[in-house]
C-alpha cells in the first residue's frame, strides 16, 4: 500500500506526466481494492475507488469542448486515489 500511495505521489507532482505514465496506477488500484476487499463497511470505499478509477480512465476525444477545470480529471482521479492509499495507511 505504500509503495503505491509513492507511484501516485510521483504522479500527482512529477510535472511531465503524460496519458501513457498513469499506467503505472494499475498496482495501487489494485492494493487499494484488495485492502477494501476486508473492511466491514466497504460500500463507500468502493464508491471512492470507483470515482477515483472513473476519473482516470475517461479518455476526451475533445478536451476543449468541456471547461478548462475539467480537463484535469486524470489528474483529480489520481487525487482521489493518492487521499484513500493515505487515510488506509494512517488509520491502518
Given at each position: 500500500?505504500s509503495?503505491?500511495?509513492l507511484?501516485?505521489?510521483?504522479?500527482?507532482?512529477n510535472n511531465?506526466?503524460?496519458?501513457?505514465h498513469?499506467?503505472?496506477?494499475?498496482?495501487?488500484?489494485?492494493?487499494?481494492?484488495?485492502?477494501?476487499?476486508?473492511?466491514?463497511?466497504?460500500?463507500?470505499?468502493?464508491?471512492?475507488?470507483?470515482?477515483?478509477?472513473?476519473?482516470?480512465?475517461?479518455?476526451?476525444?475533445?478536451?476543449?469542448?468541456?471547461?478548462i477545470?475539467?480537463?484535469?480529471?486524470?489528474?483529480?482521479?489520481?487525487?482521489?486515489?493518492?487521499?484513500l492509499?493515505?487515510?488506509?495507511?494512517?488509520?491502518?
Open positions: 500500500m509503495f503505491g500511495l507511484i501516485t505521489l510521483n504522479l500527482i507532482v511531465f506526466s503524460w496519458q501513457h498513469f499506467v503505472f496506477l494499475i498496482f495501487p488500484f489494485l492494493a487499494t481494492l484488495f485492502y477494501i476487499q476486508k473492511l466491514k463497511n466497504k460500500r463507500k470505499w468502493l464508491l471512492a475507488l470507483f470515482v477515483s478509477y472513473a476519473l482516470v480512465s475517461i479518455n476526451l476525444v475533445n478536451p476543449h469542448a468541456v471547461p477545470l475539467l480537463q484535469s480529471h486524470v489528474l483529480y482521479g489520481t487525487i482521489v486515489l493518492w487521499v492509499a493515505a487515510q488506509f495507511i494512517y488509520f491502518a
